[in-house]
């Protein structure tokens, strides 16, 4: 069965500073890859999508990776700020329109 | 208003008891999703549905049924919850072409006795 593994839960940074985020996939080989946030008692919200084809995506200070040979996607938050504090979670395409998600990992930007 | 609401929010009730949870979009997809997510775990797909006619089981669905009332609307229902069903719940909808993202409710909190 499909495994999914997000970096240590927790994560702590210093305002400004680059957050990096690892998403790391076992068993299959997903056509593309989607990164959400998650706020406190909210739903998940679609951040960025990167297809098999695609080695890196870029939204506004926000950029995931995507290596199908070392089956692992990258998620950075550059010039990070408390406004990014949140949990980030990683989901793959298990075809259908089904993904299968992370259990993510929390990000706290210090002022 | 938000495009796919949830009711209620937050819910408490004992064991045994037959509960029912809502979900409806104004975002027009076909496709709706129920997970669960529990701390650890991430979330787990309960049911699905790509139309009003179409239900698939996800990979926990024990202990779950749905009803798809119509495109805008995807109930969940518990017939007879046990406490390890105590978990939040997200509705979910998706565009029917292509590889799109999924737009989720800000979920039920529900609390078995």
């Known amino acids: 069965s499909q495994k999914i593994e997000q970096n240590s839960e927790a994560l702590n940074i210093q305002e400004g500073k680059t957050a990096t985020l690892t998403c790391n996939y076992t068993?299959?080989?997903?056509?593309?890859l989607q990164w959400y946030r998650q706020d406190p008692g909210r739903g998940p919200v679609f951040l960025l999508l990167i297809r098999e084809n695609e080695k890196e995506k870029r939204k506004e200070r926000l950029k995931v990776t995507f290596d199908t040979t070392l089956k692992q996607s990258l998620f950075h938050i550059t010039a990070s700020q408390p406004a990014d504090s949140a949990t980030y979670l990683c989901?793959?395409?298990?075809?259908?329109?089904?993904?299968?998600f992370g259990a993510g990992t929390t990000v706290t930007v210090r002022a | 208003d938000a495009d796919v609401t949830q009711t209620p929010r937050n819910r408490i009730t004992k064991t045994g008891k037959r509960i029912m949870l809502e979900c409806s979009q104004t975002k027009g997809h076909d496709r709706m999703y129920w997970y669960r997510q529990d701390p650890g775990l991430g979330l787990r797909l309960i049911y699905y549905?790509?139309?009003?006619?179409?239900?698939n089981k996800g990979e926990i669905s024990d202990g779950y049924s749905v009803s798809r009332q119509a495109q805008a609307k995807f109930s969940l229902s518990l017939e007879s919850a046990i406490p390890n069903q105590t978990a939040l719940y997200f509705c979910?909808?998706?565009?029917?072409?292509?590889?799109?993202?999924?737009?989720f409710g800000d979920g039920t909190r529900l609390s078995i006795l």
């Open positions: 979910a909808t998706s565009d029917g072409t292509g590889n799109q993202p999924q737009h």
């Open positions: 989901a793959l395409d298990m075809g259908d329109y089904k993904l299968s």
């Open positions: 549905s790509f139309d009003v006619k179409d239900i």
């Open positions: 068993n299959y080989s997903p056509a593309y």
